[in-house]
């Protein structure tokens, strides 16, 4: 089935007699057994209900999976996923990794035994020197946040086979309608559905995929026993909003590169982060392995004064965290995804003060251009 029909037909099951044709949501905290030692598939929310099942059993097609888990937000998932380490265990992730991914690794993983290498994953060279016996698994990030740097996923999936480590990638930025990792050779994709998955800015989850069964059991053993699951209302939300992912990205990423190229343009704007640009460093790893480039991109501007210009004088594009919905909006990743990241560390990044984020909505492209031009200006005059 083409991925277009899967994000609208997406599990056979439905779970309903009535022949609804929206996917109930089954409000129910606990399920009756039906006599003892027996049971209808479900017992209680927290191990599985029908509304997040149907959802998990989507994304985990879409994915090209097994299982799918589903989460209460991207962290619930990622921290869930931690669990399956030892102390003393060694993890190789990439440098310019999501913010709260860094947080979490620092301030807890690190507590409870993990140690991790953070580097620059796009040349693979820089992996292979930091594996170690203790090393467990690699986390990978591509595109990367905010500076949209690109991993090969082939190429480092080889190098996790030969060493027999697990590969894990943050898949939020592209969706599976752009990439599937677990194709690729990945063991694990995550995502925050809060972003292009549920596309509406209006609700949090999180998910765990996988293709191989002994890896979904300990998973699914995790998933139920740390208990940050998926509601069924926001699991039916998540159900809605995948209807419309292939439509969705495709306009924001054809409005993004239209975006990407008139920021080249402009005196006040030095450098433009966009995969989809030819000059990209990252622009034939994406073709090659990617069927999109997706509709996040990041800009630095001449000096700090114009980015905060910006940040205060957009309009229609909104000052505000996130991404992946159907509202454009814009951050400033030093002062918010990225201010738990020391400054030396940040900066060595490219993370300063002139660098600003951009999440392309659904809005028109003329009129974002428009929003942003008047904003470079510095403010909209007629308002
Ligand atoms: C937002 C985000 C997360 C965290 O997800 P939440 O749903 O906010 O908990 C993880 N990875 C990436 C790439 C993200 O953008």
Redesign the pocket.
């Known amino acids: 089935m083409d991925f277009t029909t899967l994000c609208i037909h997406g599990s056979d099951k439905k779970y309903d007699t009535t022949g609804a044709v929206s996917v109930p949501i089954f409000q129910s905290a606990t399920f009756v057994h039906p006599g003892v030692g027996l049971s209808t598939g479900f017992d209680y929310s927290r191990s599985q209900n029908p509304t997040r099942e149907y959802l998990e059993q989507t994304v985990a097609k879409l994915e090209g999976g097994l299982d799918a888990m589903a989460f209460s937000?991207?962290?619930?998932a990622?921290t869930t996923l931690m669990e399956i380490f030892s102390p003393g265990d060694h993890i190789i992730a990439t440098d310019d990794l999501?913010g709260?991914?860094h947080r979490l690794f620092q301030h807890i993983s690190v507590k409870n035994g993990l140690t991790f290498d953070f580097v620059d994953t796009s040349r693979i060279n820089n992996i292979r020197e930091r594996i170690q016996p203790k090393t467990k698994a690699v986390f990978i990030?591509t595109p990367t946040?905010p500076m949209m740097h690109v991993t090969d996923l082939a190429e480092v999936a080889r190098l996790c086979k030969a060493h027999d480590l697990l590969l894990i990638v943050?898949n939020?930025?592209l969706t599976p309608y752009f990439q599937k990792p677990l194709l690729l050779g990945a063991d694990v994709v995550l995502h925050?559905?809060?972003?292009y998955l549920g596309g509406h800015n209006d609700t949090?989850?999180?998910f765990l995929i996988v293709s191989d069964e002994a890896l979904s059991e300990r998973l699914r053993f995790l998933f139920k026993t740390t208990g940050a699951c998926l509601s069924p209302f926001d699991s039916w939300l998540l159900i809605r909003g995948i209807k419309t992912l292939p439509v969705r990205l495709d306009r924001q990423q054809k409005t993004a590169l239209q975006i990407a190229k008139w920021l080249l343009e402009q005196d006040r704007i030095k450098a433009v982060h966009y995969p989809g640009l030819p000059n990209h460093p990252g622009y034939e790893t994406s073709k090659k392995q990617a069927s999109g480039f997706g509709a996040m991109l990041s800009f630095e501007t001449d000096c700090s004064e114009t980015a905060h210009r910006v940040l205060e004088s957009v309009s229609l594009i909104q000052y505000a965290e996130?991404?992946g919905g159907v509202e454009s909006l814009i951050t400033y990743p030093m002062l918010q995804t990225h201010a738990d990241i020391p400054a030396e560390e940040r900066e060595a990044r490219g993370i300063g003060d002139c660098l600003l984020r951009l999440s392309v909505g659904l809005e028109s492209a003329e009129d974002l251009i428009n929003d942003l031009g008047q904003a470079l200006k510095g403010g909209n005059t007629n308002a």
């Open positions: 937000s991207g962290m619930a990622i999501y709260g991914s990030e946040n943050d939020t930025f925050s559905g809060t972003k949090l989850a999180g996130s991404l």
